[in-house]
């Protein structure tokens, strides 16, 4: 699809122009009818507050009944709309994108909670959107304020999920990165009873959300830790669907640790991981006669392996984690789960990451245009390149991936094995070649 990724639709800001975003209402009518119920809401970037009000002039345009929570966490967007009755949610988050991004998330409901927009919803905006027809449009009337209403049934979601935990004398620091995760990020751990140094919470739209701050930059968070001698950081990205911690020596705990110690503690027989996961968590569901199903990059390929297979824990590295019985990554809600984990064991962070030996691993990202990263798929020399990559990869039992990002303009270069300096050297050799290819 042109506009859909793995993850919405994500592009640059002012790409979200009025038409545009009226006609994803449009496409939105012509899969449900036009006597649906939308609930709007996204993340702290100023692009989203435009956005939303340009929303609410279609849904007023459409005849629509709406309702705007704000700025709030992307699972809280998707936990509310289906608690509150609404049909549908519109989440406007470019998720960890620099501001300057945006995008649309939309979920819609399923039995029991909801769910990502289906593929048939998807290809029928689609079709809006390539058809794109242009609309007068009505102004947005004054409407109830949600907000509030929302931040409530989500906290008290979280709270009922943990059950009894008590986290006093647990002192940790949170990283919101100036994203969604501001508005509840410090209140819901102190009120568990945890002692809290919270940074870069910008409530506000800014331009601030994930610039050198969040789960992709977590230099700050592990300072912090480390210079104020606290239990463990947590770092949400900007919409709060995930989570990365660190230990009480500034390591860096990722998502596969995260699984592995979660399904541990959780007595579960079986994750759902993608092709990114360490090998080191491959080896250790092995040695544990875990089943692992794995998926293909982004957390609804894992919910649907999920579902299908009734495996009741999965996730990404980069830290989408999705928890028994819930529709989507939560960061807040994982990061509640590790502290739940750290206070009834009595463990450190860094004692339960030790659950599994991770192979090093390298990651390069190479800037590519849309030709760039279809020449990837049908290039016969970049098959030949990876193919010989993969040969010399045998000799420190390594694997190679490399695949498009869904949701930047960017080929990632994924290596893993057993020596260090050789799999560094040959990311950086394929990421040469690989460019003179494309």
């Given at each position: 699809m042109e506009y859909f990724g793995t993850d919405g639709i994500r592009q640059k800001a002012d790409q979200f122009t009025t038409d545009f975003l009226t006609n994803i209402i449009s496409g939105l009518i012509d899969y449900a009818g036009d006597n649906i119920k939308i609930l709007l809401g996204g993340d702290t970037r100023e692009s989203t507050e435009w956005i939303l009000a340009d929303l609410e002039s279609a849904c007023e345009t459409f005849g629509l009944e709406y309702g705007n929570v704000g700025i709030l966490p992307t699972p809280a967007i998707n936990y509310c709309f289906y608690e509150m009755g609404f049909d549908f949610a519109i989440d406007v988050t470019a998720s960890h994108n620099p501001y300057e991004d945006n995008?649309?998330?939309?979920?819609?409901?399923?039995?029991?909670?909801?769910?990502?927009l289906s593929e048939k919803g998807c290809k029928i905006i689609e079709?809006?959107?390539t058809s794109a027809k242009t609309y007068a449009l009505n102004s947005a009337t004054l409407r109830e304020d949600l907000h509030g209403e929302a931040l409530n049934l989500y906290q008290n979601h979280l709270e009922n999920y943990l059950g009894k935990v008590n986290f006093n004398g647990l002192k940790i620091a949170i990283d919101c990165a100036n994203g969604a995760t501001s508005v509840?990020?410090?209140?819901?751990?102190?009120?568990?009873?945890?002692?809290?140094?919270?940074i870069h919470t910008n409530q506000n739209y800014n331009t601030k959300i994930n610039a050198n701050c969040g789960s992709t930059h977590l230099d700050s968070l592990q300072s912090l830790v480390q210079e104020n001698q606290l239990d463990?950081?947590?770092?949400?990205d900007g919409d709060g669907d995930r989570c990365l911690m660190v230990d009480q020596s500034g390591n860096i705990v990722d998502g596969d640790e995260i699984i592995a110690i979660l399904a541990n503690y959780l007595k579960l027989d079986a994750i759902a991981i993608t092709v990114m996961a360490n090998q080191g968590l491959l080896n250790w569901a092995k040695e544990n006669h875990l089943k692992t199903e794995i998926t293909p990059v982004g957390?609804?390929?894992?919910?649907?392996?999920?579902?299908?297979?009734h495996i009741q824990i999965g996730g990404e590295q980069s830290g989408h984690i999705i928890l028994p019985n819930e529709p989507t990554g939560d960061g807040i809600l994982t990061a509640l789960m590790i502290l739940k984990v750290v206070s009834e064991t009595g463990k450190s962070l860094n004692e339960l990451s030790k659950i599994i030996t991770k192979f090093p691993q390298i990651i390069i990202n190479m800037p590519a245009t849309p030709s760039q990263k279809e020449n990837?798929?049908?290039?016969?020399?970049?098959?030949i390149l990876l193919l010989e990559?993969?040969?010399?990869?045998?000799?420190?039992f390594g694997r190679l991936l490399v695949r498009p990002s869904g949701t930047e303009s960017l080929i990632?270069?994924?290596i893993w094995g057993d020596n260090e300096k050789i799999i560094t050297d040959l990311a950086h050799e394929l990421k040469t070649k690989l460019g003179e290819i494309l």
């Open positions: 995008g649309i998330k939309i979920f819609e409901r399923g039995k029991k909670s909801g769910q990502k079709s809006a959107l509840i990020g410090e209140s819901i751990f102190e009120e568990l009873g945890a002692e809290t140094e919270i463990l950081g947590i770092a949400f957390d609804s390929n894992v919910y649907t392996a999920m579902q299908e297979k990837l798929k049908t290039s016969e020399a970049a098959k990559c993969s040969k010399k990869l045998e000799s420190v990632r270069i994924t």
